[in-house]
């Protein structure tokens, strides 16, 4: 069945994002792949501009297992994982230029367990100096979205990360819990990597931040999302998604997502 037009930027590709930007023609988004000298880290570059808008407009956001990087006008700042949802209100004009790292992608940068940022906001500045305050003011300054765009990888390559096999590891791991909906469970997951699922658990909150039954669980809410808004019964979604029964995947959706499955239906629909 196609989908509504208001729902023309809801893909695979940005889950997590709800409801983004349904209907309003003020706002444009779009994804760049980053530059093979970068490529081990980033997973891609989004950026999003709105002009006129006469209210302001929430997004609300269900974070993603990643690192991200963000430069508005409003803050400059690195995210952790963030288990809560969270939300950034757009007035009148501007833009917003992300970094989405890979899984595990932003451990070479920190040089520490990603656990450190797990549910924190970090100026770049305050993480990277001079030279990072330096980064945000070239990229506010430029006008153009690509050129920004060359700004920041320029600056990520200066830095000189090396490739990690344990961070290509866990980014493949991550995928698996993603793309693979049987998978519902941490042992599941360890069997599949030939780990212990205590050797998981470490693995993960060292280059995720995050533990994998956290991870595991946020991406089937990602695939709840989706699949609620394709009309399927949240009794037989539930099972299917590993969930106990339908009031525990009720629970999770709303603490995550801001509302009830239902209500989001009807939101999107």
Known sequence: MPRPPQARLVETRQRGWVNPYAGLDAFDFFRQAPSAEIAAFVEHFWVVTWTGLAEPYEQRIVSHP????????????FA???RGG???TMRGS??????RFRPGGFRPFLGGPVS????RFVEIGEMYGAAGASLVEQVL???DARAAIGLVERFLASLGPERDPLAEEVAALVAMAENEVSVTRVDELAARSGRSVRSLQRLFRDYVGIGPKWVIRRF??????ERVYEGLDLATLAVELGYTDQAHLTRDFTAAVGMPPAAYA???G
């Open 116 to 119: 450190q940022l797990t549910d």
């Open 266 to 268: 009807r939101l999107r």
């Open 66 to 77: 990643t690192v991200n990087m963000t430069i508005t006008e409003d803050f400059h700042r």
């Open 86 to 88: 969270f939300s950034y």
């Open 94 to 99: 501007g833009r917003v230029l992300g970094t």
């Open 80 to 82: 952790g994982v963030i």
């Open 141 to 143: 300054a430029e006008p």
């Open 220 to 225: 089937r809410l990602h695939e709840a999302a």
